[in-house]
């Protein structure tokens, strides 16, 4: 049903392992996005694209390594994470980039469920 | 600090009982406002947008108070399918304005 995709759906890694989140979306939009949603806490953005270009970084730590190769593709590279990095790793996009006036609506994939041992 | 603020609940409402919850913002220049819902343990998917004249959509309404901050959703004749968490989206400033409340748990019982 869903026009976002996201690969593996769940993941466990050691702290020096490196692994890689791909998501891709079948919609021609234009912007996508990376999310982490932990227990009893909001959604946290990451990162965003437009166009493939990085238009956001809220902060996050550089073990966390997005990429954008063309507008339908979106990875997150990480390596020598934490515990605390444990997480549901969320992809989304929207036709036009979210966050302005325009009620751009977001279509999330499932989520990669992350633990990090 | 962008913040938006929702009551976790659970709220505990009867099948066919009519329910409201709210959601408050800090940032005065919030342009955009959406109703999200998430079920367990999948990914949240609009429900609907909040428009400045408030807006319905069958069963739900959404409403915006503007010089209060703060957006409403209102469920009538609730179904156990409406059982979810519903998540206050917030936008404004660009796409660093993009804010999630920690979303609202509501639980219809037969």
């Known amino acids: 049903e869903t026009g976002v995709t996201q690969t593996p759906r769940h993941l466990v890694m050691g702290m020096t392992n490196k692994k890689s989140l791909k998501c891709e979306q079948h919609?021609?939009?234009?912007?996508m996005y990376w999310y982490k949603q932990s227990a009893k806490k909001p959604l946290e953005l990451m990162f965003v694209?437009?166009?493939?270009?990085?238009?956001e970084n809220n902060s996050v730590p550089s073990r966390f390594s997005p990429e954008c190769p063309n507008s339908s593709h979106l990875f997150l590279h990480l390596h020598t994470l934490q515990p605390e990095d444990s997480a549901l790793y969320l992809c989304?996009?929207?036709?036009?980039?979210?966050?302005?006036?325009?009620?751009?609506?977001?279509?999330f994939g499932p989520g990669t469920r992350l633990l990090v041992l | 600090r962008k913040e938006v603020e929702q009551d976790p609940g659970p709220f505990n409402v009867p099948e066919g009982a009519t329910v409201a919850f709210n959601c408050t913002y800090s940032?005065?220049?919030?342009?955009?406002f959406f109703w999200y819902r998430q079920d367990c343990r999948k990914e949240p998917k609009l429900l609907m947008s909040?428009?400045?004249s408030g807006n319905e959509d069958g069963r739900f309404t959404a409403q915006l108070n503007r010089a209060s901050q703060y957006i409403s959703l209102l469920i009538r004749d609730s179904k156990l399918s409406d059982s979810a968490t519903y998540l206050c989206?917030?936008?404004?400033?660009?796409?660093?304005?993009?804010?999630f409340g920690k979303g609202t748990h509501l639980i219809i019982q037969p």
């Open positions: 919609l021609g939009h234009n912007a």
């Open positions: 909040v428009y400045s």
């Open positions: 940032n005065s220049a919030s342009q955009s």
């Open positions: 694209y437009s166009l493939e270009e990085r238009v």
């Open positions: 989206v917030v936008t404004g400033g660009g796409a660093d304005g993009l804010t």
């Open positions: 989304a996009s929207s036709q036009g980039l979210a966050g302005g006036i325009k009620q751009e609506t977001q279509y």
